[in-house]
């Protein structure tokens, strides 16, 4: 692989089902980053790890988790799905030489 | 708190130039950002400003003046796959990126 990639695509959810949202990088950046996208509102942090081993909260952690086991993967887990979690989730990724933040494709994700 | 602001929608005619503006108010500053996104598309970077003036690369063009929490992005030659959204996010003391909604460029042949 080449790049940031994220799985599934699309998925449609009941609520109240779990679901983790996966993201792998082989660029070796050392932070990455879960963002969701509504329609008329920035793209809006949901969690960020600086490094392997540390997590961090963005301005809208609730009712998500992260993990960082390792530096290629940072999986998003939704514990228990609500309709207002519908939204495309892009896991994004940035290295020591710039600020620069590279995008995974994008999960659409719909909850019913 | 923090804020972002952009146009939410502009037209533009292919050929013509077009610029879109960005102010912020952020807790801190440690660069401007310009990214573009295809609809349906993940985000992709276009340009980076930390200090004041004019960056240019090709037919893109980023400027900022951090005095006055401002900054432009400038579109020459505009060609129809320039339709696009056009995100500015600014990095703030804790170097998080804060985004703003992005403007919805439209352009017309």
């Known amino acids: 692989i080449a790049g940031i990639t994220q799985a599934p695509t699309s998925q449609i959810l009941a609520a109240g089902r779990r679901m983790t949202l996966r993201c792998t990088q082989d660029m070796r950046h050392n932070a990455m980053y879960w963002y969701r996208q509504d329609l008329g509102l920035g793209l809006r942090l949901i969690h960020y790890s600086n490094t392997a081993g540390t997590t961090g909260k963005g301005e809208v952690p609730d009712g998500y988790s992260v993990s960082r086991a390792n530096t290629d993967d940072f999986p998003l887990t939704l514990a228990s799905a609500v309709p207002s979690q519908t939204s495309v989730y892009f896991c994004?990724?940035?290295?020591?030489?710039?600020?620069?933040?590279?995008f995974g494709p994008g999960t659409r994700l719909t909850v019913l | 708190g923090q804020n972002i602001d952009q146009p939410t929608e502009m037209t533009a005619t292919e050929g013509a130039i077009v610029q879109i503006n960005c102010t912020y108010q952020t807790s801190g500053f440690n660069g401007l950002f310009w990214y573009q996104q295809h609809a349906g598309e993940a985000p992709t970077f276009l340009s980076y400003n930390v200090l004041d003036g004019l960056e240019e690369k090709g037919r893109f063009s980023s400027f900022l003046s951090r005095s006055k929490g401002y900054s432009y992005l400038l579109l020459k030659e505009l060609q129809m796959k320039d339709s696009a959204s056009y995100l500015c996010a600014v990095m703030d003391s804790n170097y998080q990126l804060i985004w703003g909604a992005g403007t919805k460029l439209i352009i017309k042949p």
């Open positions: 994004a990724s940035s290295g020591r030489e710039s600020n620069e933040q590279f």
